[in-house]
């Protein structure tokens, strides 16, 4: 059996639900970025993926990778950035008790 | 034969290491699955002849994410964090909203004909990429650049302690 | 089966670069390392075990095989156990590009792979996480101190090294290791076309070559966490840094770790930069070998003649140096080769 596109989308698209699943339930700031990354990966597994498999030769789905990963460390940053900000003002980085805006 | 047995290895390396990423109530473990997880997707654009992307996955992802992500629990929650509730109250419906995406996902890309074409990629895509960087990308690669920038300063201001 | 064949081959080649690091790396580092302190200091160094002490490190070995291998109470022993490893790993793997020089109708390398510096500085970050998590996992305020301070010092120095690795890159338009050396073969006496003398049909590339020679060796300095940027274990503030709580082998492989990047930034810079197995007269692994030992030598002697820097003086050579030092290379380089 050879290993064709399906083969990666399936693995892309488990991925991208953990990832969803750890966004949905986590309470942590760090813990929802973490999500997010194994999201972010999925993505980049397949635009790799179509680009071998649909447009060999094109390379746009490489180019779009490294966007994306460049994005993700830009991301990174000034998310985590973000969390430490909060922990110093909040001492709490558990998004369901940042709620100061609410009231 | 082998490219499956390689497939099956990084697909598990991927995946397994990510269910402890969103369930391990040690917040320490679960960056630290982060990386093996990160490397199997290394992997997997290996497999696809992705080289370039792979080489980048490993510094940016597994070098510098990794490390940013760990440096930021260790300073916070003070340490692991497992003495404190780790999951909201929302784990049934994300649970199963994210298991219905799943589900809907895989039967839309696995039923979807796509129109594959067989053909090779140019030989060393390093230049190759840098090369589509320049010319058909040039926007994105300079709008990126801004991005990169911008968030670069964004990050050092939010992140500075008020004097 | 096929596969079956290179995975066998794979085994085996990393057994070969296991052996050869743990003896050459480690047994041939710590005992050479020991002399030339020694030397520089007025002692005579390790002199019993063995002709002048050239068996000091086995039976070294020997006795921290013997030790206990201590897990602290209230450590995290899984992440604990693990980080040793990873870091032995993450080094064993960067030797992986190494090209030690022709032999047998072949270059001498595990693998000849197109982005093959890019890998290597992927692996040399990896020694980051093992670092930052075996100070973390050690339940100890030293270690996780030492873990710390190692995460900055490294990411910040990763820059400066891939900026300068992109020098050579850019002279020799490609990223695999053999293609850069054999770049560099002839000119005068066999050392006129070394990167550090820049291209011999522009020599204006001199200075550039030279200048990401000394902003290569620096970065690695700090990267392998030798003095004056050993930080990360400086004894006299810290204990030992990251690997205080650290007993018996997983200290030993630590430490090998340690010498296995040390001694594979060496043999990187005689390849980017020194024409790696290019020279007169002797063949190319001799040659190979003779500019890892010089540089080795040098870091050697760096380590035991200045003292250590402070955090702050070690960031701001990284961020206000070496790193704007970086891009002026990298913009000057391509200027003068198009």
Redesign the interface.
């Known amino acids: ?11 892309s ?10 966004i ?5 700031a ?2 929802i ?3 997010i ?2 999201m972010l ?1 999925a993505a ?2 397949n635009l ?10 094109a ?9 994306i ?10 998310g ?6 909060v ?2 003002n909040l001492e709490t ?2 998004v ?1 008790e940042i709620n100061v805006m609410k009231w | ?7 099956i290895i990084l ?1 598990i390396v ?2 397994l290491p ?2 402890v ?2 369930t391990s109530r ?7 699955s ?2 093996p ?2 490397l199997g ?1 290394t992997g ?2 290996v ?31 003070g ?3 497992t003495a ?5 109250e ?2 049934l ?3 199963l ?3 219905a ?2 589900i809907a ?2 039967g839309l ?2 039923r979807t004909p ?9 030989r ?6 840098g090369g ?2 320049l010319t ?2 040039i926007l ?2 300079e709008i ?1 650049s801004l ?2 920038l911008v ?2 300063v ?3 201001v ?2 500075r ?1 008020e004097q | 089966m ?3 064949l ?1 995975i066998v081959k794979a085994v085996l080649a990393a057994l070969a670069v296991f052996t050869f690091l743990a003896v050459v790396g480690a047994m041939l580092g710590v005992y050479l390392e020991r002399k030339i302190s020694g030397w520089i200091q007025s002692r005579l160094g390790p002199k019993h075990v063995g002709p002048q002490g050239l068996l000091q490190t086995i039976a070294d070995t020997v006795k921290l095989l013997q030790k206990e291998n201590i897990v602290p109470s209230n450590a ?1 022993a ?2 604990f156990n693990v980080a040793p490893l990873m870091a032995v790993v993450a080094a064993l793997l960067a030797w992986i590009i190494i090209p030690f020089g022709p032999a047998f109708g072949r270059v001498l390398v595990v693998r000849d ?3 093959g510096l ?2 290597f ?3 040399a ?2 020694i ?2 093992a670092i ?2 075996g100070g ?2 050690s339940n100890n305020k030293y270690a ?1 101190l030492g873990g ?1 301070r190692s ?1 900055s010092q490294m ?1 910040s120095y ?1 820059i400066p090294l ?1 900026l300068a690795v992109m020098v050579p890159i850019m002279m020799a ?3 695999s290791t053999v293609g850069i050396v054999e770049a560099q073969r002839g000119g005068w006496l066999g050392i006129g076309n070394w990167y550090i003398f820049g291209l011999p049909g522009n020599r204006g590339l001199l200075v550039p070559g030279f200048l990401a020679f000394v902003v290569f060796l620096t970065a690695a300095t700090a990267e392998v966490n030798r003095v004056p940027f050993d930080l990360p274990e400086a004894d006299s503030e810290l204990v030992g840094g990251y690997f205080t709580e650290y007993t018996g082998m997983r200290f030993a492989l630590f430490q090998l770790g340690e010498y296995a990047e040390a001694f594979a930034m060496a043999a990187l810079t005689s390849v980017l930069f020194l024409g790696g197995w290019h020279g007169p007269w002797l063949p190319g692994i001799v040659w190979f070998f003779i500019k890892m030992f010089a540089l080795v030598f040098f870091l050697i002697w760096v380590r035991w003649t200045y003292p250590r820097l402070r955090l702050d003086q070690l960031l701001n050579l990284s961020w206000k140096g070496l790193v704007p030092l970086g891009f002026v290379l990298v913009l000057v380089t391509g200027w003068l080769l198009v």
């Open positions: 059996m050879q290993v064709g596109l399906n083969h990666y989308l399936a693995v698209a488990l991925l991208f639900g953990l990832g969803l699943y750890g949905l339930t986590r309470r942590n760090v813990a970025l973490m999500g990354e194994l990966n980049n597994i790799v993926a179509f680009n071998r498999y649909v447009a060999p030769g390379l746009a789905g490489h180019v779009f990778a490294l966007i990963i460049t994005l993700a460390a830009c991301e990174a940053a000034v985590l950035a973000l969390v430490l900000a922990y110093r980085i558990h369901d | 034969m082998g490219e499956l047995a390689a497939f697909a991927t995946l990510a269910v990423v969103v040690n917040l320490v473990r679960a960056a630290m982060l990386i997880s990160f997707v997997l654009f497999l696809l002849q992705a080289e370039f992307v792979a080489g980048i996955q490993i510094l940016i992802y597994a070098g510098a994410i990794a490390v940013l992500i760990l440096f930021v629990i260790m300073l916070t929650q340490g692991t964090g404190l509730r780790q999951v909201n929302q784990q419906v994300g649970g909203v994210a298991g995406l799943t996902l895989l890309l696995l796509w129109p594959l074409v067989a053909g090779t990629l140019p060393s895509n390093v230049a190759a990429v589509a960087f058909n990308f994105a690669f990126s991005v990169l968030s670069l964004g990050a050092l939010i992140a302690r | 096929n596969w079956f290179e995290d899984i992440t792979i197109n982005i890019l890998f500085i992927g692996m970050s990896l980051v996480i930052l998590l973390w996992s996780l710390f995460a990411i990763e891939a338009g490609t990223m």
